[in-house]
């Protein structure tokens, strides 16, 4: 498959948070892209800096947290020398996010369908009845029944899902070019997660949104990410397409990680990933699940690898399987 | 195999209050009450674990918090190692503690901001046996040991520890009393994914080595197959089908069963989705829809669901209630 | 197999220790920091104003009276030549006791009731509630003069008419909190394990329901202060000869028109700063006692 243009490129990104005991290295040198149409699955256990990332992404880092270092592409635009007024100017509008919790980001006192319409009179510049019109629109693009007579309800009033639903509607209000979806489906039930990943993915190929799709679960990668991420303790270890990262997963840390996961569709034998996630105060340079890894050399403690590319579109960053001592499964 | 525990038909209803409940009753030509729990019936062996499982507001929460008096029973029974627990008395009840212990779902939730790891895992110590300050001191170490904390972590505060030691804090205090059967609401829910692996193992062995068994509520119906021996499903107060967990996994006979596993994302992009789905969305636990309460959104459905449904037997020691089988 | 703690808690190699981390909470907080040091200065010279106080309150000396600012007296003195500070000190003596005092009985009273009326619930909140109603139904100030007119003129019955008119905040603070928190997984944890009713109230949910109780008493503290002030100021409550912020205060503002402005300055000021105190060491009190503070910004 040729790559296809990246949307948004992050380079070496380090975010370190000050505290009275010394830096936190939230992230540490992440580099990834998003590609035009295709949804990116960034996956990692909490603390592995996946939500700090896409914070970055959005210029809303602050004190005590900044970012160290590294660049931030979006669309050609380097977003990180940007000041905060530009950024207001692309958060929302060419970046949108939803998160894990929609009902307590809607606003409780006023009617779902105004806070979308707001969305076009503010961005679009259109006048209340077609920004109502549109927002209208939006709700029966995302799935919800009876929108008109829903657009005039409160946020109490929806179920989990539907105001899910609804935060997607106001995310892809703009046409942005990139959605980032922070645990979109962590707070909802099984069978409402399944169809608000369907609609993501549905969305994303009918309005050309690429989606950076953020979650722990390896289930909700494979059923709809087409390439993935994976994060350790704030470093990237490894990129690959979806089928490959698990039918040949590269890097140690996914190994664990894919043969950690309990299945419903057969009886399997669970191996937890060994060793616990290191602190990240103070850390020594060098490959940071090294003190997990079964393959783990000296080398490993004092420099951090770089991502090399093991088979086609495949990267992961591992000296044991550059040099091939742990060959890819 | 002697029966631990075993719940005949057991009710927990809630009547609303309010005027606008009231309006509404004064409508419907009844009292408006939500039935959270509307007849359950299941049984949980001797050193075995029971998978309950279903989405949020089925009920299966409330079961766990009608077994442990937190929420009290309006109908039905509750029998547990040979006692009947629906009409005891608090005193009586309190003895019955000790074999009778929960892990909730929110690890950090459940235990005081305010205390210190040690103090939590002795205190059911403190309240039901009669050991001194050295000898509890020395029980909730070893039992600290044993879920994998280590004893210098017994003075940090909640706040100090990750979600997964919580967790095990959490286990630990439930286990200080060598309880006979634990309650495990969703235990695993608030974890990250890696953790669940060592936590579920944790379980299984301690379970082992025990001879403990577990009521174990979930909607993660992949830790539910790798834990539970038998599995019982839930749906809007009453259980829809009960058979062992291969059984269950593999050939599922309900149709909300079959939904269920259906959206479960499986970690492997080459499986195979089941497009079987429901429509619309779960009724509100008020208005409960006559005979099979699926009804309003099985694909299958047919003018006959709308009678009772019968629970029957539709494969050895495999339950299910519905019209179609 | 244990999982390690992603927290500041587990101690790096160049870990400050407990000295150095309390330093750098009081210099963040240096407003709170200095405004405790000022009311510890005041506590501590008003208790032992035997020896702090340069005179003795009522020791006179026409020779010096009405005199300004100076060497001999620091603050000036008064019409019968006694020493400003020294009154001043002494006076806080009644001035931070009752303040001090009312709160505390306020406090005790207003959360044992409260916290029945929320672990209880039902006609006994009911009950509760209807009967701080009819006392919130009062301006407090009118209600603080009413009781002391009432009662008499006292030091005594001045803490409690204060004591009295606070009751009803702790209660109803005490109560939400405790609704609040019963609600919580570690109370049902708590019942669960088997604990008895006092229990949970003692050891699971006051010592968490007490926190905005904390920032509450603080700024009491300080509204307490003002009242007794005010009734001194308008002739109720403390009475001279015995010496008392606010009835000096009173006294001192006959004295603007002819000039010595130290009467009614001095006096006013010491009550501006330590009800300005109080209001600044609220919130970080709280955040201090709070074991999750520790060690974050």
Known sequence: MTAAAPVIEVRDVSVRFATDYGDVHAVDGASFAVRQGEILGLVGESGSGKSVTATAILGLIRRPGRLAHGSIVLGGRELTTLGQEELQKIRGVEVAMISQTPRTALNPLITVGRQVARLFTIHAGLGKSEARRRAIEMLALVGIPEPER??????????????????????????????????????????????????????????????????????????TCHRVAVMHAGQVVEVAPVRALFAHPAHPYTRALVHSIPRTDRAIAMEPIPGAVPSLLNVAPGCRYAGRCPWAEDRCRREKPGMTEIAPDHFAACFAVEDGRAAPV | MPRLCELDDLKVHFPLRGTAAWLRALKDGHPSVVRAVDGVSFHVD???????????????????????????????????????????????????????????????????????????????LLLHTGLDAAARRARAEAVLEEVGLGVELADRYPHELSGGQCQRVNIARALATNPRLIVLDEPTSALDVSLRARVILLLEELRQRHGLSYLFISHDLATVRYLASRVAVMYLGVIVEEAEAAELFDRPAHPYTRALLAAVPEPDPEAKRDPFTLSGEIPSPIDIPGGCRLRTRCPLAQPICAEPVPYREVAPGHFAACHLL | MADIAPSPAAPAPSAPTTARLVWRRLRRNWLSAGALALIALMAVAAALAGWVAPYEPDETDAAAALAAPGLHHWLGTDIYGRDLLSRIIHAGQVDLTVAFGATALALVIGCSVGAAAGLYRGIVDLAIMRCVDSVMAFPAFILAMAITAALGNSVTNVLLAIAITQIPNYLRLIRSEIFRIREMEYADAARVVGNPAWRIMFIHLLPNALPPIIVQATLAMGYALLTMAALSFIGLGIQPPQSEWGSMTAEGAQYIVTGEWWLFLFPGLAIVLMVLSFNLIGDSLRDFLDPRMRGVR
């Open chain 2, 46 to 124: 001797a050193g075995e674990t029971l998978g309950l499982v279903g989405e949020s507001g089925c009920g299966k929460s409330t079961v766990a918090r009608a077994l442990v008096r937190l929420v009290q029973p309006t109908g039905g029974r509750i029998t547990f190692d040979g006692a009947e627990l629906t009409g005891l008395s608090d005193e009586a009840y309190n003895k019955v503690r000790p074999n009778l212990q929960m892990v909730f779902q929110d690890p950090a939730a459940s235990l005081n901001p305010r205390l210190p790891v040690r103090r939590m895992v002795e205190e059911p």
């Open chain 1, 150 to 223: 829903r657009a005039r309800q409160y946020a109490h009033q929806f179920s989990g899902g539907m105001c899910q639903r609804v935060m997607i509607a106001m995310a892809l209000a703009t046409s942005p070019r990139l959605l980032i979806a922070d645990e979109p489906t962590t707070g909802l039930d099984v069978s409402t997660a399944a169809r608000i990943l369907d609609l993501l993915r549905e969305l994303g190929a009918r309005t050309g949104a690429s989606i950076l799709l953020i979650t722990h679960d390896l289930g909700v990668v494979a059923q």
